[in-house]
């Protein structure tokens, strides 16, 4: 079986309770498609660019589906299956409720694909390439991607709630987090560079304005005047589902958000944590801030070996993103 012959086998089971996950060597390839429907790529990006026109924020929220996907048993489109009543979804997750978002997008890029080449492109190298093309779409770096992935037959909320980090996530505990993923602290900088372009929600900072780790005072590492505008936007008793950018240009993909972090003006802790809270990300950080770049090709490194985390259990080429094929065979 190609799926043995790995780089590296490790079992997030010790750690998390997860599934066997792989760092896959074989299997995957560029130009996976090529034959079996050669406009795969080409019909994502259209996908990608026309929400894109639509609403500017979907090329973020649907880059961040690779991460939420990835990290949980490997990269299977698992994160888009709805919930049943056997079956708690990825969605309702704590890190995804009312958070993840544009999941219509891949919905649209699929149903193109469908009928152009029925029962070929799987939903999660649909989520690989359109991540890619939300980059690009936004003034990132290009990039080769790596296809041939199935689908998963199931979801697991529990190891998606045990496994994604929170938005008051220091750099220490994130740093263990990707290790265990075989992704080191350049990895973990240069990801969370997608923040890049987007936007987070007033409920994932109350706390560093507020009560930052249960002082009753704001994040010490936080610039005055930034601080202000956020105590405008997010407001004690405020809706918590209002969106500030998460850096100043966040519908540009460039290096800002690594010099807003060294001005202390990173808009989640688990951003700042990088900068202000330990030394070997800082260094990072510091050196994305000064040469785009670096940040472009570390990026890259870090997209590709997060898109081949694969599972070792049995999946399929889902015709519909949200529910397995035998459930759209009982209609």
């Known amino acids: 079986m190609p799926r043995l012959l790995t780089l590296l086998l490790f079992s997030l089971s010790s750690f998390l309770g997860a599934d066997v996950v792989t760092l896959a060597a074989t299997n995957l390839s560029v130009g996976y498609y090529s034959k079996t429907c050669p406009d795969a790529e080409l019909v994502v ?17 649907v880059m961040r589906l690779q991460f939420h996907d990835c990290f949980v048993n490997g990269c299977d489109a698992s994160v888009l299956l709805d919930a049943t009543p056997n079956m708690p979804g990825e969605k309702q997750a704590l890190s995804n409720i009312n958070s993840l978002r544009s999941f219509e997008v891949i919905d649209e890029a699929k ?57 008051r996530a220091n750099a220490t505990s994130l740093i263990n987090l990707f290790s265990q993923f075989n992704l080191t602290p350049v990895d973990l900088v240069a990801l969370s560079g997608s923040h890049s372009i987007g936007k987070g929600r007033c409920f994932s900072i109350v706390f560093r304005l507020y009560n930052q780790s249960g002082t009753g005072r704001p994040d010490p590492n936080m610039d005055p005047e930034y601080r202000e505008k956020l105590d405008e936007l997010c407001p004690i008793g405020g809706d918590g589902n209002v969106t500030g950018g998460l850096d100043a240009t966040p519908t540009v993909f460039d290096n800002q958000y690594f010099k807003d972090l060294v001005q202390l003006r990173g808009f989640l802790n688990s951003d ?48 519909n993103c949200r529910v397995v094929n035998a459930a759209l065979s009982e209609f």
């Open 111 to 167: 149903a193109a694909l469908e009928r152009k080449c029925p029962g070929v492109v799987s939903c999660a190298d649909i989520i690989v390439m359109a991540a890619r093309d939300a980059v690009v779409l936004s003034g990132g770096p290009e990039w080769d991607v790596r296809l041939g992935r199935e689908d998963s037959l199931t979801a697991s909320q529990e190891d998606s709630n045990n496994i994604m980090p929170s938005p």
């Open 45 to 61: 990006r259209g996908a990608i660019q026309a929400a894109m026109a639509r609403e500017p924020r979907s090329g973020a929220s």
């Open 272 to 319: 700042q944590t990088l900068y202000s809270g330990c030394e070997r990300t800082k260094q990072v950080v510091e050196e994305f801030s000064k040469y785009q770049g670096a940040f472009f090709r570390a990026f890259v490194d870090g997209m590709i070996k997060m898109g081949e985390l694969q599972s070792e259990r049995r999946g399929e080429i889902r015709r």
